[in-house]
């Protein structure tokens, strides 16, 4: 992507300034944004609205789950539809799978979502700007609000404007994030990768210990079937406190909360009949707290 070499430049400016490390994954965005927002909160040049802001930022940061979209999937969730009509109500597909999220795409771009209760606040912000300017020059915290999310309804409060691309195609970047969304609540069999190493995973089985503050990925398949897992697990009692992100599940018509997906990013889910899981957590903290983070992939072949 020509997107990359920007990406390596802006790396490499991080670096030279020494202002914050970042390099091009969720886990370092997610810190680089934490830090920005605690740099706000101590820096006396900074206004007191300002600072009220980056404190409510730190608070959501600290209870978000993470998302992670490379930059292969995020283009692949915007050819999954070639018009952007921002009149259209937003389907059930775009909801979002966590109740506070935080999505990374690619160098300083981040998104965030908070729920409300009826509808959600959408949050987009970049740190390119805070390599060039002192903090009290800005004046204001990295992610701003430039929407209001409704299902059902079209979205409200649009803070940006449209770009166009290459081929002079409209588009909005709220719209391309709701894509995202749709494409991050493909369901599809999930695979949870453990970071430690496999002699701290057996020191650990053997010990009961706990993975205390240590990163865990959970990714899926985009483009392989959908696999039925167990209906109960024999060893929850036993897992951390960890999140499951919200997803679609297979249902029959005749369940209460059933319903159809015309929207679905797989034809062929189109006709079946599904329930939304809100997400949720599972597992006790007795054994311990999970940091993870979500990631899709799409298998190439």
Known sequence: MENNVEVQNLMKEYEENGIVHFTNGIVEAYEAYREINDDLCNDAKV?????QFAKEQIYFLDNAQCFEVDPHLFQFALKSESSCDLDAPVSEESRP????????????LGWMTINCGDFYNIFFGSLDRYLKFPLHEIDE????KIATLKIGEPLQHLGTEP???????????VYDFLLVLRLINNPRLT???NALTRQQRRSLSRGMGKAVNAWHKVTWNINEPVKAKKPYDAGFHKMPLHFN????????????????????LN??????WWTWIDGYWAGH???????????????VN
Do not use: V
Not at 47 to 51: A, I, L, N, Q, Y
Not at 245 to 264: C, F
Not at 285 to 290: D, T, V
């Open 47 to 51: 206004s007191f609205k300002t600072k």
């Open 97 to 108: 799978p966590a109740d506070l999220m935080f999505l990374h795409y690619t160098g300083t």
């Open 141 to 144: 915290a990295p992610l701003c």
């Open 163 to 173: 770009y166009f691309t290459k081929s002079g195609e409209q588009r909005h970047l």
């Open 191 to 193: 695979i949870k990768d």
């Open 245 to 264: 992100r919200g997803h679609w599940k297979r249902a029959k018509e005749h369940h209460p909360k059933s319903q159809q997906r015309p929207n679905a």
């Open 267 to 272: 034809p062929e889910h189109r006709n079946m």
């Open 285 to 299: 903290p007795a054994f311990g707290f999970k940091k993870q983070y979500h990631a899709p992939k799409l298998k």
